[in-house]
T-cell receptor, first 110, second 113 residues
Framework: EDQVTQSPEALRLQEGESSSLNCSYT??????LFWYRQDPGKGPEFLFT???AGEEKEKERLKATLTKKESFLHITAPKPEDSATYLC???????????FGKGTRLSVIA | DADVTQTPRNRITKTGKRIMLECSQT?????MYWYRQDPGLGLRLIYY???????NKGEISDGYSVSRQAQAKFSLSLESAIPNQTALYFC????????????FGSGTQLSVL
C-alpha cells in the first residue's frame, strides 16, 4: 500500500530561522512527488513536482529535494507570509490518483 | 474567474437531508476528483473520474455518490447526511496528458447538524 508520512505535524519558527519539513514515502514505482501549500480555508496550491532521486527545485525561499525514500522542503529565512500547511503527495505507477500526507502546519512568528 | 469553481461555499444542513455539492472547471482537464479534509486527517479521496464514462471509488466513498454530467462538471451527493460528514470538501482537476498536477477549487464547508 502506498503511504506518505509528513513530519513534524506542526512547526513554529521565528522569522529568519531556517528549517526543513520532511515527507517520507513508500510507493510502488514513484512517478512523481508533489508539494502543495494550503492557506486556512482555501484549496491547496501547487508548489513543486520532483521525479527522481537527486532532483532539486527552488521557488523564492523554498527548496524541495528528493531521495529514494523521502523528500525535504527546506525553508530559508522564512517570513510570516510563509505560514501555511504544506502537503506532500506521491504518484505511483499505473492509473492511480495521488496519495497525500497529512501535512505540516508551519507558523512563522515575526 | 476561478478555473475550478465549487458551489456552494458554505452549507448547513440537517441529519437525513440529501444535498449536492457541485464542481465545474474551465481548464479543459479530463480528470476530476472529490476530497474531504478534516483536522488532523489530511485530504482523503472520496471519488474520482478519469473521463465522463469513468467513475471510481476512493478510500472513503461510503455515504457518498457522484455524477460526471460533462467533462467540465462533477457533482458530489450525500444521500442522507450525517453529522460525521461535517468537513471541508474540495474538488480538484488534472490533465492526464501532463504530470497529474492537481488544481483545487476553493472548497465547500459543510456542516451537518
Amino acid at each position: 500500500e502506498d503511504q506518505v508520512t509528513q513530519s513534524p505535524e506542526a512547526l513554529r519558527l521565528q522569522e529568519g530561522e531556517s528549517s526543513s519539513l520532511n515527507c517520507s514515502y513508500t510507493v510502488s514505482g514513484l512517478r512523481g512527488l508533489f508539494w502543495y501549500r494550503q492557506d486556512p480555508g482555501k484549496g491547496p496550491e501547487f508548489l513543486f513536482t520532483l521525479y527522481s532521486a537527486g532532483e532539486e527545485k527552488e521557488k523564492e525561499r523554498l527548496k524541495a529535494t528528493l531521495t529514494k525514500k523521502e523528500s525535504f522542503l527546506h525553508i530559508t529565512a522564512p517570513k510570516p507570509e510563509d505560514s501555511a500547511t504544506y502537503l506532500c503527495a506521491v504518484k505511483a505507477g499505473g492509473n492511480t490518483p495521488l496519495v497525500f500526507g497529512k501535512g505540516t502546519r508551519l507558523s512563522v512568528i515575526a | 474567474d476561478a478555473d475550478v469553481t465549487q458551489t456552494p461555499r458554505n452549507r448547513i444542513t440537517k441529519t437525513g437531508k440529501r444535498i449536492m455539492l457541485e464542481c465545474s472547471q474551465t481548464k479543459g482537464h479530463d480528470r476530476m476528483y472529490w476530497y474531504r479534509q478534516d483536522p488532523g486527517l489530511g485530504l482523503r479521496l472520496i471519488y474520482y473520474s478519469f473521463d465522463v464514462k469513468d467513475i471510481n471509488k476512493g478510500e472513503i466513498s461510503d455515504g457518498y455518490s457522484v455524477s460526471r454530467q460533462a467533462q467540465a462538471k462533477f457533482s458530489l451527493s450525500l444521500e442522507s447526511a450525517i453529522p460525521n460528514q461535517t468537513a471541508l470538501y474540495f474538488c480538484a482537476t488534472s490533465d492526464s496528458r501532463q504530470n497529474e498536477k492537481l488544481f483545487f477549487g476553493s472548497g465547500t464547508q459543510l456542516s451537518v447538524l
